[in-house]
T-cell receptor, first 119, second 114 residues
């Protein structure tokens, strides 16, 4: 068990370019979450998957953002036509559960994140 | 609309003393609350949680208290240790709405000095 891996750790891109981030969850985990954290703020929910199904999306996830988990394992988060306001830490987390419950809710395991800087 | 608020951005405590981190929320429908700790360059790690039907949960040096009428919770760390120095996030969820997304506060940076 190597934990949740995110790649790359850092990404600097020019405004208007597209970027894609990858998240590899803990292998047996069926739920995968994406959060975004900007400076001075807590993590903000973006979306989550159960296996390959995207169950919920935040209104923060504009049409420039798309997340996929095609085979129910790794996930990608793509941002098209990046803007300076997209600069943030993008966090991925995973968990193993079929239904949310108190004993498992704290079982999110976060990765170390991908820091995106749009210049 | 910040539904979970941590009004103290930082806290400094001497080693061995009690650290008290506070969190306020506005949505009375929240039914589960969690605390996460975050070190630099790492993702948040789960610390302790409490259901809205309880008013206290204890795990070793960490105790979380919930005051539903005041929509307030606090995390007590006793005794504080230098390794506790980190950013602490309060988070809330709406399990009864069949979602396990978390709504985080803005965090409090705790520094424990010798």
């Amino acid at each position: 068990d190597t934990g949740v891996s995110q790649d790359p750790r850092h990404k600097i891109t020019k405004r208007g370019q597209n970027v894609t981030f990858r998240c590899d969850p803990i292998s047996e985990h069926n739920r995968l979450y994406w959060y975004r954290q900007t400076l001075g703020q807590g993590p903000e929910f973006l979306t989550y998957f159960q296996n390959e199904a995207q169950l919920e999306k935040s209104r923060l996830l504009s049409d420039r953002f798309s997340a996929e988990r095609p085979k129910g394992s790794f996930s990608t988060l793509e941002i098209q036509r990046t803007e300076q306001g997209d600069s943030a830490m993008y966090l991925c987390a995973s968990s193993l559960l079929d239904r949310p419950g108190p004993s498992t809710l704290g079982g999110y395991t976060f990765g170390s994140g991908t820091r995106l800087t749009v210049v | 609309d910040q539904q979970v608020k941590q009004n103290s951005p930082s806290l400094s405590v001497q080693e061995g003393r009690i650290s008290i981190l506070n969190c306020d929320y506005t949505n009375s429908m929240f039914d589960y609350f969690l605390w996460y700790k975050k070190y630099p360059a790492e993702g948040p790690t789960f610390l302790i949680s409490i259901s809205s039907i309880k008013d206290k949960n204890e795990d070793g040096r960490f105790t979380v208290f919930l005051n539903k009428s005041a929509k307030h919770l606090s995390l007590h760390i006793v005794p504080s240790q230098p390794g506790d120095s980190a950013v602490y996030f309060c988070a809330a969820s709406l399990l009864s709405y069949n979602t396990d997304k978390l709504i985080f506060g803005t965090g409090t940076r705790l520094q424990v000095f010798p």
